[in-house]
């Protein structure tokens, strides 16, 4: 299977899209509360379509669909019962107390409830799962990008470590400086 050069082309007009949306809208976060919650100034509906986004990642995509076609629907029955009830809990009752906290993530939530102690060990397993998690979900990107662009395994590997290597300093410059000692998030 081969992309058409207009397939080729629509794919790059989008990624060259959200780029320059992406440039455009730097200037306007300037702090770690800017640019993880856009200044206290999202409505509701759009930090709740974030969160859900935010949930619906390369392996989910693919992931419950081949799981679904190799088990039947029964596989997708866990994203149903499970996931999705779990995220409008977090949604509803758990993200008013990171607001009314003024904190970015669980383990910064963890230290003004219950020490730093409770904070770090939430840090240093996030951290763990992360490291874990950035190979899986690198290697889904480099499969994605071998079966539509064609591209040899090794090379779609590399260009997906790339992508997220250029990536990750800047999205660190924005965290704040309590963030990036501790909460790694």
């Not at 200044?39 to 509701?44: D, I, K, L, N, V």
């Not at 669909?65 to 977090?90: D, E, K, N, R, T």
């Amino acid at each position: 299977m081969r992309l058409a050069p207009v397939d080729l082309a629509i794919i790059a007009i989008y990624f060259l899209a959200v780029l320059g949306i992406g440039f455009y809208l730097k200037r306007f976060a300037k702090t770690g509360e800017d640019f993880f919650l856009a200044g206290r100034e999202m409505t509701a509906w759009v930090a709740g379509l974030a969160f859900v986004s935010a949930n619906l990642g390369s392996l989910e995509l693919l992931g419950w669909a081949g799981s679904s076609y190799q088990y039947g629907i029964l596989a997708a029955h866990w994203y149903w019962i499970g996931a999705i009830p779990a995220m409008v809990f977090l949604g509803i009752v758990m993200m008013p107390f990171y607001y009314i906290s003024k904190t970015h993530s669980v383990p910064g939530y963890l230290q003004l409830r219950y020490g730093s102690a409770a904070s770090a060990l939430s840090a240093v397993t996030f951290a763990i799962m992360t490291v874990l998690m950035s190979g899986v979900n690198m290697y889904a990107m480099a499969v994605v990008m071998k079966v539509v662009l064609g591209w040899n395994i090794n090379f779609s590997i590399w260009v997906s470590s790339v992508t997220v290597g250029c990536m990750l300093p800047r999205a660190a410059s924005f965290l704040p400086s309590s963030t990036k000692s501790c909460n790694f998030s």
